[in-house]
């Protein structure tokens, strides 16, 4: 029973720690909106651009090599490039999670 007691010791510090950690997760979600990563699709007929929040910002089409009559190929490649730069923009933020993690001495994946 005594011992429950000396974990209330440490309450404020982890108190203090929480808000540090979720400090430094509201900073780095602000970032990522700046952040961009890209992906192509159809060697490099579509390319996506989305920032960390996997918002899709711009797509930028070839269109020296775009079939104009075959717009169910275009659809398919903007899918395709889109899903990509989303698949890079998670792993990034990924990765800056594990870090801040790291940082603040928590174990791998404890973040997210």
């Known amino acids: 029973m005594f011992d429950n007691l000396?974990?209330?010791a440490?309450?404020?510090g982890i108190l203090s720690k929480a808000k540090e950690m979720q400090e430094k997760v509201k900073q780095m979600q602000d970032e990522a909106?700046?952040?961009?990563?890209?992906?192509?699709?159809g060697g490099g007929m579509v390319t996506a651009i989305v920032n960390g929040r996997l918002e899709l910002i711009k797509i930028r089409i070839d269109k020296t090599r775009i079939d104009v009559n075959d717009t169910e190929m275009l659809e398919d490649l903007i899918?395709?490039?889109?899903?990509?730069?989303?698949?890079?923009?998670?792993e990034m933020m990924r990765n800056e999670m594990q870090r801040i993690a790291g940082e603040m001495g928590m174990p791998p994946g404890m973040l997210g």
Not at 33 to 41: L, W
Not at 79 to 90: C, E, H, L, P
């Open 33 to 41: 909106g700046k952040k961009q990563v890209s992906a192509e699709s």
């Open 79 to 90: 899918v395709a490039a889109t899903n990509a730069a989303q698949v890079k923009a998670a």
């Open 6 to 8: 000396k974990n209330l």
């Open 10 to 12: 440490n309450l404020p």
